[in-house]
């Protein structure tokens, strides 16, 4: 490998290896934003639960009360697809490989290095892809509580109507 080559290689595991890094950064802020979102919608939820446990126990529900029985099931929901889309355990790629990968005798060590890049690449990109569902799933979610006084609304309206 010449000098050129060389200079290039090194200068390209630099670079894959800070994008991995940021990418790592992105994985953990979504996480806790994730947290954080599904912290406010289980208050919600618990609140939700308390009163309507409270207006069941008076008798027979306004059409307040129906509102809220179904904006606190709409919150259930919400708050599932949080945990399942955007914090349950999935996979995901680190940024280095492993040593039993790596050592190959056999191999000129530079080559080794150009062959490694190649997987980087991919956990990379199997990374971003990761962060992007991640990411998208906690805006979806983000809407879907901020509509909830729109559910409330179109259940309070069914009961009055009904």
């Known amino acids: ?3 050129n080559s060389r200079r290039m290689l090194d200068w390209a595991e630099q670079q894959g290896h800070e994008n991995m890094r940021v990418r790592m950064q992105v994985t953990e802020a979504l996480a806790k934003e994730a947290h954080a979102t599904l912290t406010l ?6 609140g939700g639960v308390g009163y309507a446990v409270r207006l069941l126990g008076a008798g027979a529900l306004q059409p307040a009360g129906w509102g809220l ?10 708050a599932g697809l949080l945990l399942g889309k955007c914090i349950m355990s999935r996979d ?3 940024g280095a490989n ?3 990968n790596l050592y190959k005798p056999a191999y ?3 080559d080794l290095r150009a062959a490694e890049l190649e997987g980087l690449q991919r956990r990379i990109e199997h990374n971003t892809a990761r962060n992007r569902a991640v990411a998208c799933w906690l805006d979806r979610c983000r809407g879907m509580l901020v509509a909830s006084p729109l559910v409330f609304i179109a259940a309070w309206a069914v009961a009055v109507a009904g």
Request: no cysteine; proline share 4%.
């Open 92 to 94: 995901l790629q680190i």
């Open 98 to 100: 492993e040593p039993k």
């Open 1 to 3: 490998m010449d000098e």
């Open 69 to 78: 029985l179904v904006v606190t099931a709409w919150v259930a929901v919400v």
């Open 41 to 46: 919608a289980m208050a919600a939820l618990s």
């Open 108 to 110: 000129e060590v530079d």
